[in-house]
């Protein structure tokens, strides 16, 4: 059937998924929790993420490593942002809460390592995961939810060719603030008529990962 979402067949832990020219989405290793857990514990880039805009401690971290990163990655939908030149883990980043009806899905990224931050790693990350979502999981849309202070990632999604498709405000309790959502989209017929793929160099095959291991390093 070419018209429901496609899971990925299972690859190796760490295997590569995706290259474009500096950094490849791999499949996510259990040995990359300490990384996730000094990602979410950093204030700043909480402030820019969901969990009531808190750091998680370790606990809850690895919880979330742990029940929810590694699983979706088993199953194709969340990567490890690596960078091609020395196999540095920069971030993380995931396609939830697919609708299946509209062939949908929900972006999500986190560059954790903040001195990579504003080089381009972000742009071409998101570019990867357009391809992946439309070229290999058969989605016809990617949805995303950004917050109206964080300038960075508004830039960076604008640059691929996301548009704003609405806003909204969502009280945060335990601040006593509003928090000001910008809704964004990107529609696979867009995202083929802009012709910004990535990949210069043909994407690395999904598949069991043996071949994925040959090359590392
Ligand atoms: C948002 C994020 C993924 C972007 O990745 P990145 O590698 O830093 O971004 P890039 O270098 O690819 O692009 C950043 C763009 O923002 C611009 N930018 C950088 N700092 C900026 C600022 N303070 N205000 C406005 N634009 C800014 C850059 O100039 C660049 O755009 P340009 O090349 O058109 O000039 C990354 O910074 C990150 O993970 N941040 C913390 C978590 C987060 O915010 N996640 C997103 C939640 S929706």
New binding site residues.
């Given amino acids: 059937m070419g018209q429901r979402v496609r899971e990925t067949v299972a690859s190796a832990e760490g295997a590569r998924i995706r290259a474009g020219a500096r950094i490849e989405l791999r499949r996510h290793d259990p040995a990359n929790l300490a990384s996730f857990q000094r990602w979410y514990a950093d204030p700043?880039?909480a402030s820019?993420?969901r969990h009531d805009l808190s750091p998680l401690n370790a606990r809850q971290s690895q919880s979330y490593f742990e029940t929810l990163i590694l699983p979706l990655s088993a199953r194709g939908f969340c990567w490890a942002i690596v960078d091609r030149t020395d196999g540095r883990l920069l971030?993380t980043t995931a396609l939830t809460e697919i609708i299946s009806r509209t062939r949908s899905a929900l972006f999500?990224?986190?560059?954790?390592e903040?001195d990579?931050?504003?080089?381009?790693?972000?742009?071409?990350?998101?570019r990867l995961v357009c391809e992946e979502a439309f070229a290999a999981l058969n989605l016809l849309q990617i949805r995303?939810?950004?917050?109206e202070h964080?300038?960075?990632?508004?830039?960076?999604?604008?640059?691929v060719g996301f548009h704003q498709t609405g806003s909204h405000t969502e009280f945060v309790r335990n601040r006593g603030i509003d928090l000001h959502i910008r809704e964004m989209m990107l529609g696979k017929a867009d995202y083929d008529r802009l012709g910004t793929f990535a990949s210069r160099i043909p994407p690395y095959p999904v598949g069991n990962g043996a071949d994925d291991q040959q090359d590392h390093g």
């Fill in positions: 700043d880039i820019m993420l971030g999500r990224i986190v560059i954790g903040r990579a931050w504003g080089q381009g790693f972000g742009t071409e990350a998101t995303l939810e950004v917050f964080n300038h960075r990632a508004i830039a960076t999604y604008e640059r």
